[in-house]
C-alpha cells in the first residue's frame, strides 16, 4: 500500500508540474505573433487582393454586356409587339439620362409585361446591375433621332414613320464600346464590339 500512496505522491506531482508547465507556455506564448506568422497573414491578403482586382474591374464589361442583351431583347419585345398588335411600337432613347422608354405609336409608355402596374423604362443610373454603363448614342435618322418604331411588319421605322435606313446605339463602360445595329427592312438585331 505504500508504494501506491507513493506512486500517487509522484503522479500528483508529476501532473502539477505539467500543469504549471501548460500555464507557463500560454503566458509567455501569449505576447504576439511571431515574424514567420504575420509573413503568411500578408501572403494570404495579398493573393486574395489580386484575386479581388480583376473581378472588380470587370464588372463593368459585364454590365455594358448585360445592358446591350436588356436593349436588343428589348427592341425585339416592341418589334412583337408591333406584329402581334398590328400597330406600330418602339423605344425612345434618352442618352442624356441613360435610359429609354418602351412606347406605342402616340408615345405613350407601355405596361412593363413583367413588372406589373410600372411603366417600360429602363434607367441605367438607378439599376445597380447596370449603373456602369452610359448610353452614348441613339440614332437612327429622322427628325428626332433618338426614337425607333416597328411597323406590323417588324420593318424599323424612323420617328416620323418613315423607312429606317440603319440605326445604332452606342454603349461604353468597363473600358469597352459595345455597338447595337438595327438593319433595315428586316429589323435584324446585332451586337458588335
Known amino acids: 500500500m505504500t508504494k501506491r500512496v507513493m506512486k ?3 503522479l500528483r506531482w508529476f501532473l502539477a508540474e505539467q500543469i504549471q508547465e501548460s500555464e507557463n507556455d500560454l503566458h509567455t506564448s ?13 501572403v494570404i491578403l495579398s493573393i486574395a487582393a489580386m484575386m479581388a482586382i480583376p473581378m472588380m474591374s470587370s464588372a463593368g464589361s459585364v454590365q455594358i ?10 427592341l425585339e419585345y416592341a418589334r412583337s409587339m408591333a406584329i402581334s398588335r ?3 411600337y418602339g423605344i425612345i432613347f434618352n442618352p442624356d439620362n441613360d435610359k429609354y422608354d418602351v412606347v406605342d405609336q402616340s408615345d405613350a409608355v407601355v405596361p412593363h409585361p413583367v413588372k406589373r402596374g410600372f411603366p417600360y423604362t429602363i434607367n441605367f ?8 454603363v452610359d448610353l452614348v448614342t441613339a440614332d437612327f435618322g429622322g427628325s428626332i433621332a433618338n426614337k425607333i418604331y416597328f411597323d406590323y411588319l417588324g420593318s424599323p421605322l424612323k420617328s416620323d414613320f418613315s423607312q429606317l435606313n440603319s440605326g445604332t446605339i452606342v454603349l461604353q463602360g468597363g473600358g469597352s464600346t459595345i455597338t447595337i445595329t438595327v438593319e433595315p ?3 435584324f438585331i446585332s451586337i458588335s464590339n
Do not use: P, Y
Not at 30 to 42: H, P, S
Not at 125 to 131: G, K, P, T, V, Y
Open 8 to 10: 500517487m505522491k509522484d
Open 30 to 42: 501569449g505576447r504576439g505573433f511571431t515574424l514567420v506568422e504575420v509573413i503568411i497573414v500578408v
Open 65 to 74: 454586356r448585360s445592358a446591350a442583351d436588356a436593349i436588343a431583347a428589348d
Open 86 to 88: 398590328q400597330q406600330n
Open 125 to 132: 443610373r438607378s439599376d445597380s446591375r447596370l449603373n456602369k
Open 185 to 187: 427592312v428586316t429589323g
